[in-house]
């Protein structure tokens, strides 16, 4: 139970991930938690209606394992028990970088966890299920966020539930319903400004297959990464292992470019990626399930910490904050690391401040931007390559370009350059540890020995 009470009643809209891990962060300050979601949430691991992209691979990054692990001990062997594949980063997966060298398989040193999203996020949500103060309450839609009189506060939502609707209040509620719909309606009903954001126009299409493993899989992999060189393809694939003995394979294009949802089409595709490894794996396969399609147009990223005015006892979290391009397997781990950031606000806040609750939504704004900046570059800047995307391009953009190539071919040669790449990938380190001095030394003249052609 609480020991350093911050307010009696917390509520969270949502259970996805992101509602997930703030209801844990919340578990330890409010006297009850209760968790709304207007799907039925069934104990099995099954894809539901509102989270349509969970039939989709969902790769959770190293970041993102250690943030769910702070927030709930024990998740990993809770999802090897339900089935998820362990990897070993670095050795277990092939990367695949045409026109350039692949990364060598190396041990990297840390063990991650491969399975589908129903599972991860069943087994998160029974872990929270099992804090005594939560409550987690199915077929319970959210219609609005009620604001107080004065239009200062928020203090409480309206929820259609068992066919009536009625509306419960709280110290504290928290919008981790998707993409923010109900604080951005509340911001415009008490007519007040909705943040500014930052879009790019990735135009990805995706499609999800999943095969049976083969009895007789390649030992030289688990799992492949064919990441289109974005100045000469404009198509990728990921295949990975997951419970039940399943490969997911995704393949994804851009800009007009669909995979087809058929599985003939689909091989095609397969083939056409600039390596075939994927291909080869899957081209006398059968799928075990239909094949999955899903098209995001933009990268989107909120900026709620410049708002002059946000109603005290709310925050809104999840992908409200940031989508990201799901080819780089961010958005879950992301909304984990906010979970583990609320967490360490509520405690000090808890403690320092006289107003906990009036604190608690800017500083976590304001902290909440740093958090995004590696993901959002991890992306943008190879989204940004493509002529088509829409966005603004970062100064030097072509200097940075040739610097990450400079620094791709590096990794090749020196293993601690290879994991530093990885940490940074899986945001276990902020993206400006690849410019440290000594080793931006060695990049810029890896730059001068070999720069990339102009032309590609
Ligand atoms: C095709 C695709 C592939 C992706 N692949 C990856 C990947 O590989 N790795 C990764 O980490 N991320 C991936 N993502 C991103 C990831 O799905 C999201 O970042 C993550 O689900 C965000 O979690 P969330 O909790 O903010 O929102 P969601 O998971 O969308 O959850 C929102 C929840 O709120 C509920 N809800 C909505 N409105 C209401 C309401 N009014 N009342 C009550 N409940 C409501 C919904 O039912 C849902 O349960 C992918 C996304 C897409 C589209």
């Not at 077929?139 to 409480?156: C, F, H, K, Q, Y």
């Not at 990805?204 to 799992?223: C, E, G, L, N, V």
């Not at 990450?404 to 940074?424: K, S, T």
């Amino acid at each position: 139970m609480p020991n350093r009470l911050v307010g009696e009643r917390a509520i969270v809209v949502g259970s996805g991930i992101g509602g997930l891990a703030a209801a844990a962060a919340l578990a330890d300050f409010f006297e009850t938690v209760t968790v709304f979601d207007r799907d039925d949430l069934p104990d099995l691991p099954q894809p539901r209606s509102g989270v349509p992209q969970g039939r989709h691979l969902h790769a959770l990054l190293a970041a993102g394992l250690n943030a769910l692990d702070a927030l709930f001990p024990g998740i990993g062997q809770d999802v090897i028990t339900a089935g998820a594949v362990p990897m070993q980063a670095g050795r277990d997966t092939l990367y695949e970088f045409p026109g350039l060298q692949p990364l060598p398989q190396r041990d990297l040193g840390w063990e991650g966890l491969s399975m589908s999203r129903p599972v991860l996020e069943l087994a998160v949500r029974r872990a929270l299920g099992r804090r005594p103060n939560v409550e987690i309450r199915p077929r319970s839609r959210v219609m609005e966020l009620i604001a107080d009189p004065t239009g200062a506060g928020v203090t409480g939502v309206r929820l259609a539930a068992d066919g009536a609707s009625r509306s419960v209040s709280a110290d504290l509620v928290v919008d981790a319903s998707g993409r923010g719909a109900l604080t951005l309606a509340v911001l415009r009903s008490l007519g007040r400004a909705v943040p500014d954001e930052t879009t790019i126009g990735i135009d990805m299409r995706y499609a999800t297959a999943q095969f049976a493993i083969p009895a007789d899989p390649p030992t030289s992999w688990k799992a492949v990464l064919t990441v289109a060189d974005p100045r000469a393809s404009r198509r990728g694939g990921v295949l990975v292992p997951v419970e039940g003995n399943r490969w997911m394979v995704v393949l994804a294009g851009v800009h007009g470019d669909m995979p087809p949802a058929e599985l003939g089409g689909f091989r095609e595709y397969a083939a056409s990626l600039p390596t075939p490894t994927i291909f080869e794996a899957i081209r006398n396969l059968e799928l075990v399930a239909p094949i999955e399609r899903h098209a995001l147009p933009t990268s989107v990223r909120r900026y709620f910490d410049r708002l002059a005015f946000y109603p005290r006892g709310l925050l809104t979290t999840g992908d409200a904050l940031s989508v990201f391009n799901p080819a780089y397997g961010q958005g879950m781990s992301v909304r984990a690391q906010e979970g583990v950031l609320l967490r360490r606000l509520l405690n000090r806040l808890s403690t320092e401040s006289a107003d906990p609750l009036a604190e608690l939504a800017p500083a976590f704004f304001a902290e909440a931007q740093p958090l995004t900046d590696t993901p959002w570059w991890n992306a943008a800047v190879p989204d940004l390559v493509h002529p088509e995307t829409t966005g603004e391009r970062p100064p030097q953009f072509a200097e940075m370009l040739q610097y990450g190539a400079a620094l791709r071919r590096l990794a090749v040669e020196d293993a601690d350059v290879h994991r530093l790449l990885m940490e940074v990938q899986h945001l276990l380190k902020p993206r400006n540890a690849l410019s440290e001095p000594t080793l931006a030394a060695r990049v810029r003249a890896a730059m001068a020995a070999a720069p990339l052609p102009a032309s590609r």
